[in-house]
């Protein structure tokens, strides 16, 4: 049994994880900007935190908005 | 004391400004989008705010489109720089400052073309003129919102429209009118938008920015420089995407913070209430130097066509004697001499000598402009 803990929205840059972020707040959803995780990239950089269970309705919303990412992803424990 | 100088650099600036520039120090501090840690997001989110506030105000539909620079020099040189070809053909005015004049004739020395459409005295490019310039190895028009030396505003929307259907880029110069003149990217037809944070945008020197619209193909515009975004740090090359392919290097986070805090205070100000206020020191300030004997002024002498900044002369002095006595006896500062554009001078017929060139800005009061009238009068007394 997978134990999926969060999704994380892989952006170009910080500017973008913030696009994203000002996005998903005017929406009223939760999340939180973290450093990329080491089993996405090894990107310096932050990504989007999201709920998993958030993460259908997040891709809806930020392919409406015309915002650069890389993808959608699933992190495990 | 009376600051007349605005033009150059505006003062004094606003409570907030210096206050966000305390705070980002005092709290913040860190380095944006280079860390993953709680500080240097709250660093790049300043980043981020100052980009929207500057999207808003020009009407830009994605704030990722703002590059920031240094000032507006370094904003027209990465636009000119970084996008024209040998072979390819410019147009200017000649109104321009020499940071838009100097890359182009530097441009000039590499095959470029340079065609410099003559303005009326009064500092007026005419859009036909405009017109009648452009050639098919045309690329760009390259111009000022509003001289430097005589306030004279250009035609942005006609002349982009003129560049919209012979299918080339307008460049827009706007040190002398972003937060002063309202600027909307969209309606004015503008390419490419070079601004500045420490005129009439009331912000820190060391900010300016690049706008950059969707006409201009990214391929083809060179950065200035590479290195260091924060992003893509695995890989050796230059990311290609906005705004990183052209922001390298920590950037100026404590500038951009009061650039920030400035251009809410412009929102809160209204920039049509700026304007109106400027407009009518304008006028003050151009009907009463009209009325003295020995003094000639120039530019449209209208102030609806014109921003907040006058040049004048008093015949028999020397601008450069007229401005120690302003400072020296009466407390008043401006700029004299030619103001970094022999182009506009030789266009007003001032050069070699100058002018004197009265800055107004928000801050300034219609007894300020009265006392600078007076002051004005009494040296010109003297040489009658």
């Known amino acids: ?77 | 004391m009376i600051y007349f100088d605005n033009a150059a650099t505006s003062w004094p600036t606003p409570p907030c400004v210096m206050e966000a520039l305390a705070q980002f120090l005092q709290n913040c501090g860190a380095n944006p989008g280079r860390s993953g840690h709680r500080l240097a997001i709250d660093a790049a989110r300043i980043v981020y705010n100052t980009r929207e506030a500057i999207a808003k105000l020009f009407n830009v539909s994605d704030p990722l489109r703002i590059i920031f620079t240094m000032n507006v020099t370094e904003a027209i040189n990465l636009a000119l720089r970084g996008y024209v070809q040998p072979g390819d053909n410019i147009i200017t005015s000649s109104m321009e400052h020499n940071s838009m004049m100097r890359p182009l004739r530097d441009l000039e020395k590499t095959s470029v073309q340079l065609k410099v459409v003559q303005c009326s005295q009064n500092g007026k490019l005419d859009v036909d003129d405009v017109k009648a310039a452009i050639q098919s190895n045309t690329v760009m028009i390259a111009i000022n919102h509003a001289s430097n030396v005589v306030g004279t505003l250009q035609s942005l929307s006609e002349i982009g429209k003129v560049a919209r259907n012979h299918n080339v880029l307008l460049l827009v110069d706007a040190a002398q009118t972003g937060g002063a003149y309202p600027i909307d990217m969209i309606s004015d037809n503008i390419d490419l938008l070079a601004f500045t944070g420490h005129k009439s945008l009331y912000g820190p020197t060391g900010t300016g920015g690049l706008i950059i619209n969707e006409r201009v193909d990214i391929n083809r515009l060179k950065p200035l420089k590479t290195g260091g975004t924060g992003s893509g740090s695995e890989k050796e090359h230059q990311p290609q995407f906005l705004p990183d392919k052209y922001e390298s290097g920590t950037p100026n986070v404590v500038g951009l913070a009061g650039l920030g805090a400035a251009l809410h205070w412009i929102s809160q100000q209204d920039i049509k209430n700026i304007r109106s206020y400027e407009l009518k020191l304008t006028a003050h300030l151009i009907s009463g130097l009209q009325q003295i004997r020995n003094v000639k002024v120039y530019g449209c002498l209208d102030a609806a066509h014109q921003t907040a900044t006058v040049s004048f002369n008093i015949d028999g002095l020397q601008p450069s004697e007229v401005g120690l006595k302003l400072d020296e006896q009466l407390g008043i500062m401006c700029r004299v001499g030619l103001h970094c554009s022999p182009a506009s001078h030789n266009t007003i017929c001032t050069f070699p000598n100058g002018t004197i060139r009265f800055g107004l800005g928000f801050f300034n009061t219609l007894s300020e402009v009265d006392a600078a009238l007076s002051a004005v009068k009494q040296i010109a007394k003297v040489v009658s």
Not at chain 1, 28 to 37: E, Q
Not at chain 1, 44 to 72: E, L
């Open chain 1, 1 to 77: 049994m997978t134990n999926i803990q969060y999704a994380a929205i892989l952006v170009p840059s910080t500017s973008h994880a913030l696009k994203v972020e000002k996005i998903l707040k005017e929406a009223a959803v939760t999340c939180k900007l973290i450093p990329v995780p080491r089993q996405l990239s090894s990107d310096c950089g932050v990504c989007v935190r999201i709920n998993n269970s958030d993460a259908h309705a997040v891709k809806t919303i930020i392919d409406s908005k015309n915002v650069t990412y890389d993808g959608i992803f699933q992190i495990e424990k």
